[in-house]
């Protein structure tokens, strides 16, 4: 049972454009999401997170959207750059005895063209 | 950020055969650490917590005496695979935890490439 998808397995965005990676989840009891970088060969890096009782959180480049009525959250890098392009995980935890522990979707590789 | 590392990166060994792999935080003290595991295009799937001086909580379907699991000090856990199979054959990845809270404060490491032959 997938309860985090992550439903394109690759975007391709121009430099300087705008990339949305989208992300469903089905446990109405995850409270917190994240997304994390990949680059090959390495670990999963954490970007940026947000509340369920947020709508929207922004660090820079980066915004994360969620919509909770949809179960859907989706993250927006406004300009993208050629570096941006690695893998996107998003992840989603709920409280108490799930704390801290994270489901992963299966990721969303993107490529930035110059 | 903080540092996790994994040792190896890359193990090939026998069906059989037991292979421990090593998990440390190289400048701060984990009080809890993950162990993940992932399929080719797949998500990372979490096998279990492990927290410092006690027995890992392991996921639903993850076998324990499988996959064995020792969190020994504060910088170190090693996750064995004990009679390790063909289809064990994954990336295994771990994060460290700088506290018992803080879902941003989760670190991975570079994860290690298990191939079993």
């Known amino acids: 049972d997938q309860q985090v998808k992550q439903n394109s397995p690759s975007l391709s965005v121009q430099e300087g454009r705008i990339s949305i990676l989208n992300c469903d989840y089905t446990?109405?009891?995850?409270?917190?999401f994240l997304w994390y970088k990949k680059y090959p060969a390495e670990g999963p890096t954490f970007l940026i997170s947000i509340s369920s009782i947020k709508d929207k959180n922004e660090d820079g480049r980066f915004t994360v959207f969620l919509n909770k009525s949809a179960k859907h959250l989706s993250l927006h890098i406004v300009p993208s750059q050629p570096g941006d392009s690695a893998v996107y995980f998003c992840?989603?935890?709920?409280?108490?005895?799930?704390?801290?522990?994270?489901?992963f979707g299966q990721g969303t590789i993107l490529t930035v063209h110059p | 950020g903080a540092v996790v590392s994994q040792h190896p990166s890359r193990v090939i060994c026998k069906s059989g055969t037991s292979v421990k792999i090593e998990c440390r935080s190289l400048d701060f003290q984990a009080t809890t650490m993950f162990w993940y595991r992932q399929f080719p295009k797949q998500s990372l799937m979490l096998m279990a917590t492990?927290?410092?001086?006690?027995?890992?909580?392991?996921e639903q379907g993850v076998e324990k005496d499988k996959f064995l699991i020792n969190h020994a000090s504060l910088t170190l856990s090693t996750l064995t695979v004990t009679s390790a199979h063909p289809e064990d054959s994954s990336f295994y990845i771990c994060s460290a935890s700088l506290s018992s809270g803080g879902y941003n404060e989760q670190f991975f490491g570079p994860g290690t490439r298990l191939t079993v032959l």
């Open positions: 992840a989603a935890t709920a409280g108490g005895t799930s704390y801290g522990k994270l489901t």
């Open positions: 446990n109405s009891m995850f409270d917190y």
């Open positions: 492990s927290n410092e001086g006690s027995k890992a909580t392991y």
